[in-house]
């Protein structure tokens, strides 16, 4: 590994180390911005992007993803109302890749963190996203907090009650979601921190909703991010964790405007997450039919504009292949207009052995879309 890639990191450790570190209750129902990352400001990610390309120098070079106009949407974003680019993410969780996840055509070098990590910072700086939405976690207090931190990010993390992460020996902690915007673009009114429920009763499964107001046109922008229970089996209880994220949604963007909000309408809403369902089930119709008004933001690369892609994560597992479509980006269609997405990368691009691999870090794929706000019908009178 190049020694800038090192000294970068070193000097992100340096600032931690000197930095408050206290982590309060998770599950509080409402969690303040404590400002903790504000001394942790100042890295140019330029730099830091060269230097993850010298500590990747050994490994082929990402295969390029474009950014795509939806041929069907006319384009809301002007200087005074810029696009806000979000980026939405399963990252695969360190302990999970090389203990339990059993990806037999990826090699064990390829899942070591001293590169993966890079891998992942490295899409991350190429994009710039404004907000950041990850599920899997298991590195944020030791990674991607500080790391943010430094380029301007706030960030917010929810481990899950019960991680999987912790069965494995030398663990780096629980996985869970972490949700992060730019400090410059966006200032933080509430967080509410979920843990979700299915039929009244607490599930393993978490969220972050976050209340913003947007520092170019003053608009405010509910965020949320989640990754529902995995696997077939388990359909109706990823469909009642849906459900109960959306009655918090729906209460958070009634309430948290204050009265001239609650005038104008409801918050805006985009929620970001591996939902670990096909378009096929229940869940997927509670969100579209949601009386929230929410699409999927990556139907819109489809011709109709109706079709989500054919799959968010492609992996090899010793019970065999698995190509599917479990991650979105959902937003409230009447009050934001999406922009332009990043394509989803060919098989071919992909190669045989799928994800991950020495190509991708993870064995889903980033999404990401470049959203802004509709006028408003009083701001047109």
């Not at 982590?23 to 400002?35: G, I, L, V």
Request: charged share 20%; net charge negative.
């Amino acid at each position: 590994m190049g020694s800038s890639s090192s000294r970068s990191f070193g000097t992100v450790a340096q600032a931690l180390n000197s930095a408050t570190m206290a982590q309060p209750d998770p599950y509080t129902k409402e969690s303040p911005d404590q400002d903790l990352d504000q001394d942790l400001v100042g890295v140019d990610p330029d730099q830091l992007l060269r230097e993850c390309e010298v500590a990747l120098q050994r490994r082929p070079a990402r295969p390029r993803r474009d950014l795509v106009c939806p041929r069907l949407v006319a384009p809301c974003s002007h200087k005074h109302n810029p696009s806000i680019r979000v980026m939405q993410w399963n990252i695969l969780a360190q302990a999970l890749g090389e203990g339990k996840d059993g990806f037999i055509r990826c090699p064990l070098e390829a899942l070591s963190w001293h590169e993966r990590k890079y891998q992942i910072l490295e899409e991350i700086l190429t994009y710039h996203p404004d907000i950041l939405c990850l599920q899997e976690v298991d590195h944020y207090y030791d990674t991607f907090r500080p790391i943010m931190a430094s380029l301007g990010y706030h960030g917010s993390f929810l481990p899950k009650p019960w991680s999987p992460c912790l069965d494995v020996e030398h663990n780096n902690g629980p996985d869970g979601c972490a949700l992060f915007y730019r400090r410059s673009r966006f200032s933080l009114r509430s967080t509410a921190h979920l843990r979700l429920s299915a039929m009244m009763l607490p599930t393993n499964q978490v969220a972050i909703a976050q209340t913003l107001r947007c520092q170019v046109t003053g608009r405010w922008l509910c965020v949320a991010v989640t990754h529902l229970k995995a696997r077939s089996g388990w359909e109706r209880l990823r469909s009642a964790q849906g459900a109960d994220l959306l009655q918090s949604l729906q209460s958070i963007t009634s309430h948290c405007g204050g009265q001239k909000q609650a005038e104008l309408g409801a918050i805006p809403l985009v929620v970001c997450g591996d939902f670990n369902a096909e378009p096929s089930e229940d869940v997927y119709r509670r969100f579209s039919s949601s009386p929230l008004g929410l699409s999927s933001a990556y139907k819109l690369l489809s011709c109709d504009g109706k079709t989500e892609p054919a799959y968010t994560t492609w992996k090899i597992r010793p019970s065999g292949e698995s190509c599917s479509t479990l991650d979105y980006i959902w937003y409230s269609h009447d009050a934001l207009s999406v922009e332009t997405l990043l394509d989803i990368p060919t098989e071919e691009q992909i190669g045989p052995d799928r994800l991950p691999s020495y190509h991708y870090p993870s064995d889903h794929l980033s999404l990401l879309c470049d959203v802004s706000f509709r006028e408003e019908p009083h701001r047109l009178l």
